[in-house]
């Protein structure tokens, strides 16, 4: 039966016609005791507010993560707030460097399961269970996501756990450094409140919306996804490569997911153009904007103001590569795509190529983050060779009709992967290759520490400006206790102060923003 939906005012009915009608933020988007949420359309209301409080963290989210890299750079027209991120003047002063939209969204969440849990124990008809289930595990899905972000970023975050009342002294509120999180968000996806986890789909088109906008369910949190990084950081690598072919494998189509061709060549720039529901999508969480709601990412404000460039070493790395023909250059993913030459300054082109009424996605979550994720755990746990044909030409080389040929032959390949073309393969360039690999005295450390290396250029490129490569970066140089794999090329960009920058980054202390959190 169709469902009629009426939303609450402080979200203006924006939902109900089309996906290029997103959220409308409004201070007023937050629950209160007073809400009585005595309507399903009142929880609807609830729900779709969560995720335009979600819509703020975009901007800071970005400029945290990428104007503290190698590739982003403040214009001189550019305000002080952004030249004090890039020089890691990180004074809680500056509006972008404290931590309070985050917490917002985490608070939300936590208020929503809360009143959604009420109201269901008082009457057990307003929601259905499917659809009960399937928003409180995609809000704390929102929630930890919220909370991982913060850890990579601070360092360490408060931990308001679902049993904290509103009246508790902050001051009682434990914050747990950043190890101590990960395996708190990983028990919280597993077992959540009152054993409902963060596993259960909703299909907001289906469920909420009843109009066939498969766009909304871009919006979400895909645990899986989100389960696959957060075993990353603990580096329990089996368990990511479990996680992260649940999500490769979720679809029989040999497209969906899969690295194909899908978007091979100049489709690629499609990923972040393209309307956000392609059912063929590589996207599971975007965080969208809307020109015809008036609503604008500040980070894409930015660019179009002329306040961020991209630093030299974006147009070097890009035009450096060899394609499969021996022409050189990275053109699909490069030069008019990721970047572009105005005057004497690189600009960044990727938030600027949307179409129509849409401007570019903040993208969470793709496809190629997963077979990112997927290639760093096998080179963990010693399948370097195998991990490399993902970064180059994929498995579809291997496939003879029926299986793959060895080595690629294990459970780990399965038969949905069988047009997988790899992550340069799909923009036509050539594999590379270390020669370590073919060096019989190498030991496996020697090639995974050159695969990572690789890796950490594939990123880069791929998905470059979408708060990627600095958290690789820093995971990467933890993990070999290389402190220089991040500070040599971040430091680079400083040129007459390289030194000095360089000094401060090899302590990894400076990796994180401290704020107070409670």
């Given at each position: 039966?169709?469902k009629?939906i009426?939303?609450?005012?402080f979200?203006?009915?924006i ?8 959220f409308?933020p409004?201070?007023?988007d ?18 779709i ?11 800071q989210?970005?400029v945290?993560s990428?104007l503290?890299?190698d ?9 002080e707030e952004?030249w ?6 990180l004074?809680?002063e500056?509006?972008?460097v404290?931590?309070?939209v985050?917490?917002?969204v ?5 208020d ?12 057990s ?10 928003m409180?595990?995609q ?9 991982l972000a ?7 975050a408060?931990?308001h756990d ?7 002294d902050p001051?009682?509120i ?6 101590a ?18 596993f259960?789909?909703?299909?907001w088109?289906?469920a909420?919306l009843?109009?066939?906008?498969y ?6 949190v ?6 696959a ?13 479990e996680?992260?072919?649940q ?11 899969k690295?194909?061709?899908?978007y091979?060549?100049?489709?690629w ?8 529901g ?17 609503q604008t ?13 991209a ?7 890009f035009?450096?590569?060899e ?18 030459e105005?005057a004497d300054?690189l600009?960044?082109?990727?938030y ?7 401007d570019a996605p903040?993208?969470?979550?793709r ?5 990112f994720?997927?290639?760093e755990a096998?080179n ?15 498995l ?5 009709g ?11 390949f399965?038969?949905?992967m ?5 992550i340069?393969?799909?923009?036509e360039?050539?594999?590379v290759?270390?020669e ?11 090639k995974?520490f050159?695969?990572?290396s ?7 490129m ?16 933890e993990?070999w206790?290389?402190p ?10 400083f040129e007459?102060e390289q ?17 107070k959190?409670?």
């Amino acid at each position: 039966m169709k469902k009629t939906i009426y939303i609450s005012l402080f979200l203006v009915a924006i939902f109900l016609t089309s996906c290029e009608k997103f959220f409308t933020p409004d201070d007023n988007d937050v629950i209160r005791e007073e809400d009585s949420f005595q309507k399903r359309s009142e929880i609807y209301s609830a729900f779709i507010g969560m995720g335009a409080v979600f819509q703020d963290i975009a901007s800071q989210w970005l400029v945290l993560s990428e104007l503290r890299g190698d590739m982003l750079e403040p214009s001189e027209t550019a305000p002080e707030e952004l030249w004090s991120v890039y020089r890691y003047e990180l004074s809680e002063e500056n509006e972008l460097v404290k931590p309070d939209v985050f917490y917002k969204v985490i608070l939300y969440a936590n208020d929503f399961i809360r009143h959604t849990m009420e109201r269901k124990r008082e009457n057990s008809e307003i929601l259905e269970e499917n659809v009960y289930l399937g928003m409180l595990s995609q809000a704390l899905c929102y929630r930890n996501w919220c909370y991982l972000a913060l850890g990579k970023i601070y360092g360490e975050a408060a931990w308001h756990d679902f049993a904290l009342s509103d009246a508790i002294d902050p001051s009682d509120i434990p914050v747990l450094k950043f190890k101590a999180l990960i395996p708190e968000l990983i028990n919280s996806m597993l077992n959540g409140i009152e054993g409902i986890g963060g596993f259960r789909d909703l299909s907001w088109s289906d469920a909420i919306l009843n109009n066939g906008d498969y766009s909304w369910n871009r919006v979400v949190v895909k645990p899986q996804v989100l389960m696959a990084e957060l075993y990353l950081w603990q580096g329990d690598y089996q368990k990511v490569i479990e996680y992260a072919m649940q999500v490769i494998n979720e679809s029989s189509d040999v497209n969906k997911f899969k690295v194909s061709g899908l978007y091979k060549n100049g489709e690629w720039k499609k990923m972040i153009s393209s309307t956000i529901g392609n059912a063929i999508s590589e996207r599971f969480t975007v965080i969208p904007f809307s020109r015809t709601e008036n609503q604008t990412c500040i980070f894409q404000s930015w660019l179009l103001m002329d306040y961020l460039h991209a630093t030299a070493s974006v147009a070097e790395r890009f035009e450096k590569q060899e394609r499969s023909n021996n022409s050189a250059g990275d053109i699909w993913r490069g030069k008019g795509v990721t970047y572009s030459e105005v005057a004497d300054k690189l600009m960044v082109k990727k938030y600027n190529i949307a179409t129509g009424n849409l401007d570019a996605p903040v993208i969470i979550y793709r496809t190629a983050d997963v077979f990112f994720m997927l290639i760093e755990a096998l080179n963990r746990i010693g399948y370097s060779e195998e991990a490399l044909v993902l970064l180059n030409n994929g498995l579809k080389g291997y496939w003879n009709g029926s299986g793959f040929r060895p080595p690629y032959d294990n459970p780990l390949f399965t038969t949905a992967m069988r047009e997988n073309i790899g992550i340069r393969g799909r923009v036509e360039l050539k594999p590379v290759r270390p020669e370590v690999f073919d060096d019989p005295q190498a030991t496996p450390e020697q090639k995974a520490f050159a695969l990572d290396s690789l890796m950490l250029e594939e990123i880069a490129m791929e998905s470059a400006y979408e708060g990627k490569r600095w958290f690789t970066l820093m995971r990467l140089a933890e993990y070999w206790n290389r402190p220089e794999i991040l500070a040599d090329p971040v430091a680079a960009k400083f040129e007459e102060e390289q030194e000095k920058y360089r000094t401060f980054l090899m302590n990894p202390e400076n990796w994180f923003i401290h704020v107070k959190h409670n």
